[in-house]
C-alpha cells in the first residue's frame, strides 16, 4: 500500500532532503506540495515532479493524503500541525516543533489523542556517525562517560540568510535553528537527559531585530555529565564536530554535524586508537524509514514529538539563561524553568 505525503511548505530542506528520502521509500510517493504562494507551489511542483500544487491546507488535507510533512516558518507549525491531525494524517515537522515547548506539548497531546504518528525531524540522530557513537557508549567502551563538547558553529549559506536573520516573529537567531539540533542530539548519543543549561548568545554581525547569531551553552545532564556546544550562523572556517570523554577513552568525531553522511570517529583508549565505521545512507532515509515503519504499527519515529518537546525545551531554557544571566533548569513538563 502507498503512502501518500503532501507537503507542507515549499522548502529548500525538502528539495535537497525529504522528497529524495520519501521517493526512496518502496512505498513513499509525493502527492501534493502546498505554498501559500499559488506560483511557488506551482512551480516547485513542476520543477520537482510533483503532481498537485495548493495554497491552503484545506485543500492539501484531503482524502488522498496519508502523512504531511511540514517544513514552513517555525511560528506555522502549532497551527498547520494540529489542522493536519484534526484530518487523520501522520505528521512529520521540522524543528523546532513550535515557538513555545506548551505549543509543542499541545501538539503531542493532540497526536496522541488520535492515535496519529508525530515525529520531529532531528536529522542528526539518523548520522550513523553518531549511532556508532551511542552504541560504543553504551557499551562502555569509554568507560563512565564525563563531559562532551559539541562544536556546531557554521556559515549560514545566503540562500538562507532569510528570515532566520531578521524575523523574530517566525521563530529566528541561531538557538531555535542549531542549539535544538544539539541538545537533541547529546541526548540522543548520550542517553542521558539534560537538567540545567547555561548560555550566552551574541549577535556577531548576521542578524538583525534583536536576533543572536551565536551561542554558546553548558549543558549539566541527570548522570552529572558536562557538556559544552557552540551554535553559529557566523564562522566560514569553522569545522563541525563532536566529543565525549570517558574514564577509560574518548571518541572524538569530525565533519558529523551536518545533514549528510560523512566524517569520522575515533577511539582513543589506553589500546590506542581505533576508527570506527559506520553506516553511511542517507540520513533522511534512515529517518523517513523509520517513521513508515511507525506509521505502519512497528516501533516509532527516530526522534519522536516528545523528543522535539525535550530539544525546544532546552532551547527555551538556554534563551532564558542568555537572557537572564544565570543558569536555568530543563524540564520538559514544566517548560522551561522547572
Known amino acids: 500500500m502507498t503512502v501518500k505525503w503532501g507537503l507542507i511548505g515549499a522548502s529548500t530542506i ?17 502527492a501534493a506540495v502546498m ?11 513542476k520543477e520537482n515532479g510533483i503532481p498537485l500544487a495548493v495554497s491552503t491546507l484545506d485543500e492539501l488535507l484531503g482524502p488522498d493524503i496519508d502523512a504531511v510533512y511540514i517544513s514552513t516558518t517555525n511560528e506555522l507549525h502549532l497551527e498547520q500541525a494540529l489542522a493536519a ?103 540522543f548519543v548520550l542517553g542521558d537527559d539534560p537538567l540545567e543549561v547555561s548560555a550566552f548568545t551574541q549577535a556577531a554581525g548576521m542578524a538583525s531585530g534583536g536576533l543572536e547569531d551565536g551561542a554558546m551553552c553548558i549543558w549539566r545532564f541527570r548522570s552529572g555529565i558536562i557538556a559544552q556546544s557552540h551554535e553559529g550562523f557566523t564562522t566560514k572556517f569553522a569545522g563541525t564536530g563532536f566529543e565525549v570523554h570517558g574514564s577509560e577513552g574518548s571518541l572524538i568525531a569530525k ?16 589500546n590506542g586508537e581505533e576508527e570506527l565505521g559506520f553506516d553511511r545512507e542517507d540520513l533522511y532515509v534512515t529517518s523517513l524509514r523509520q517513521f513508515h515503519a511507525a506509521m505502519g504499527g512497528e516501533g516509532q519515529p527516530s526522534a519522536t514529538g516528545e523528543d522535539g518537546v ?19 533548569a530543563i524540564d520538559p513538563k514544566l517548560g522551561g524553568a522547572g
Not at 14 to 30: C, K, M, P, T
Not at 111 to 136: C, Q, W
Not at 255 to 270: E, F, H, N
Request: charged residues 20%.
Open 14 to 30: 525538502a528539495r535537497q532532503f525529504v522528497i529524495n528520502a520519501i521517493r526512496a521509500q518502496a512505498d513513499g510517493e509525493i
Open 85 to 187: 491531525i484534526k484530518a487523520g494524517k501522520h505528521v512529520l515537522c521540522e524543528k523546532p516543533l513550535a515557538l513555545t515547548s506548551a505549543d509543542a506539548r499541545k501538539m503531542v497531546a493532540a497526536a496522541k489523542a488520535a492515535g496519529i504518528v508525530l515525529g520531529t525531524n532531528h536529522h542528526l540522530r539518523n548520522a550513523g556517525s553518531h549511532r556508532a557513537m551511542r552504541e560504543a557508549i553504551a557499551a562502555r567502551r569509554i568507560g563512565k562517560p564525563i563531559a562532551a563538547r559539541v562544536f556546531h558553529s557554521v556559515y549560514l549559506p545566503e540562500n538562507l540568510q532569510g528570515w532566520r536573520i531578521t524575523r523574530p516573529e517566525a521563530g529566528g537567531g541561531a538557538v531555535l535553528d542549531i542549539t535544538v539540533h544539539d541538545a537533541d542530539t547529546l541526548r
Open 255 to 270: 565533519d558529523v554535524m551536518t545533514q549528510k553522511p560523512i566524517g569520522s570517529v575515533l577511539l582513543r583508549t589506553a
Open 310 to 328: 525535550w530539544s525546544l525545551t532546552s532551547a527555551e531554557a538556554a534563551l532564558q539563561s542568555a537572557k537572564s544571566g544565570k543558569s536555568v
Open 35 to 45: 505554498s501559500s504562494s499559488p506560483d511557488r507551489a506551482t512551480s516547485y511542483a
